[in-house]
């Protein structure tokens, strides 16, 4: 099996937001501010647009010295206020769940994902599927965000931080290695200053170096468990999971059509083996639905998407496809538009493990 994996990280995110939520800072240097209160300028810089970057403003530099470099600039700056960043975190996060099998939150703006059975293990699809992430936070929330997408969540980490604001990055599989063979060492997640120079000291400056490097070489410098991590991330050989971080599951399948089609019938035909495979494995996980969606990526590879709940949770083949029909009906009579791809997810999930099917004779 080929993985999918994908990382994604809202650009200058505190900083974005407070441009989201007053368009006239966007044409102006904006330095997101933690104040310590000793005095009215002391603290340090959360973060900045990418305009105040370009005069040197950077994460943890004191606020004074931000002040001193965008002097005359007609800079803005603001106060942190977590609770304000929050909601969008929340929201964005919501919207990623939807595209993909898992979603695991490293921090307020970036989570990893896997999309390897979304995709069919296909790298085509996966860009369609992040150019959809990327069009849905934008058009929601007004935001950019990076990602990037490879065979291991190292190789996509790097990936989503290689090209940014507003990046996409994609290493098929096979060009993993020559990929992460030029870059620095300390690019790889787990390897801080101090592992670096270690690194450094036995001649080793590259991801390629480390990869091709003697396994009992660094084992002495780091240890048996670190060297042999880094090792195989350096080869582009970690299989660490993407960890689902929501306790409750949700379960989704999105296929892509053979012809793009206004027909919900037509989708509907070609997403109905995938809706039975759903069915079956909500039965052998011991679920039933209370909430069934279905996804359409239009042409323009905009989202939409219809759902229904249900006051019985249901889990039947039958019904679920019964009820699929019906959403994927009303949502083509919404967007009068045509679908490139469809999905069906259900979620709510009630666990009925040793009862009996609450639909069991439909
Ligand atoms: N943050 C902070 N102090 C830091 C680093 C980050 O308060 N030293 C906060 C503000 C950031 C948010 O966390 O907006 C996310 O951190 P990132 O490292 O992802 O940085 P940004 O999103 O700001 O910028 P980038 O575009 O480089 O991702
Ligand atoms: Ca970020
Ligand atoms: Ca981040």
């Given at each position: 099996m080929v993985r999918v994996v994908g990382h994604i990280d809202v650009d200058y995110f505190f900083a974005q937001v407070e441009e989201v939520l007053n368009p006239a800072l966007k044409t102006k240097p904006v330095v997101v501010c933690v104040y310590s209160g000793r005095s009215q300028s002391s603290g340090v810089v959360s973060t900045a647009n990418y305009l105040a970057r370009s005069f040197g403003v950077s994460s943890g530099m004191s606020i004074s010295a931000a002040q001193k470099r965008l002097s005359g600039k007609d800079a803005e700056f603001i106060p942190m206020k977590q609770e304000k960043y929050k909601p969008f975190s929340e929201r964005v996060m919501q919207i990623v769940r939807e595209?993909?099998?898992?979603?695991?939150?490293?921090?307020?703006d970036e989570a990893f994902f896997d999309i390897t059975r979304f995709c069919n293990e296909d790298y085509g699809s996966a860009r369609i599927?992040?150019?959809?992430?990327?069009?849905?936070?934008?058009?929601?929330?007004?935001?950019?965000?990076?990602?990037?997408?490879?065979k291991t969540k190292s190789v996509a980490k790097i990936?989503?931080?290689?090209?940014?604001?507003?990046g996409l990055t994609i290493i098929e599989p096979s060009k993993t290695v020559d990929f992460l063979g030029p870059l620095p060492v300390a690019k790889?997640?787990?390897v801080g200053p101090k592992t670096a120079s270690l690194l450094e000291s036995i001649g080793i400056r590259t991801i390629g170096e480390l990869a091709t490097s003697n396994i009992d070489?660094?084992?002495?410098?780091?240890?048996?468990?670190?060297?042999?991590?880094?090792h195989d991330a350096a080869n582009g050989a970690d299989d660490e999971l993407v960890v689902e971080s929501q306790k409750v599951a949700q379960f989704?399948?999105?296929?892509?059509?053979?012809?793009?089609?206004?027909?919900?019938?037509?989708?509907?035909?070609?997403?109905?083996?995938?809706?039975?495979?759903?069915?079956?494995?909500?039965?052998?996980?011991?679920?039933?639905?209370?909430?069934?969606?279905?996804?359409?990526?239009?042409?323009?590879?905009s989202v939409r998407t219809k759902s229904r709940s249900f006051e019985t949770p249901i889990n039947t083949p039958l019904v679920l496809s019964e009820q699929t029909l019906?959403?994927?009906?009303?949502?083509?009579?919404?967007?009068?538009?045509?679908?490139r791809r469809v999905g069906?997810?259900?979620?709510?999930?009630?666990?009925i493990k040793g009862q009996a099917s609450l639909n069991q004779y439909l």
């Open positions: 595209h993909v099998d898992a979603l695991e939150q490293t921090g307020i599927t992040a150019v959809g992430i990327k069009n849905r936070i934008r058009q929601a929330e007004g935001l950019t965000v990076s990602i990037g997408i490879g990936a989503s931080a290689f090209t940014k604001p507003d790889l997640y787990g070489d660094i084992t002495h410098l780091l240890g048996r468990k670190l060297a042999s991590r880094l989704s399948r999105i296929i892509t059509l053979k012809k793009d089609t206004s027909s919900a019938e037509e989708a509907y035909l070609e997403l109905l083996p995938a809706v039975k495979e759903l069915a079956a494995r909500m039965d052998s996980e011991g679920y039933a639905c209370r909430t069934l969606t279905v996804i359409g990526v239009l042409s323009n590879l019906v959403l994927l009906s009303a949502l083509s009579e919404s967007v009068q538009a045509e679908f069906v997810r259900v979620s709510d999930l009630v666990d």
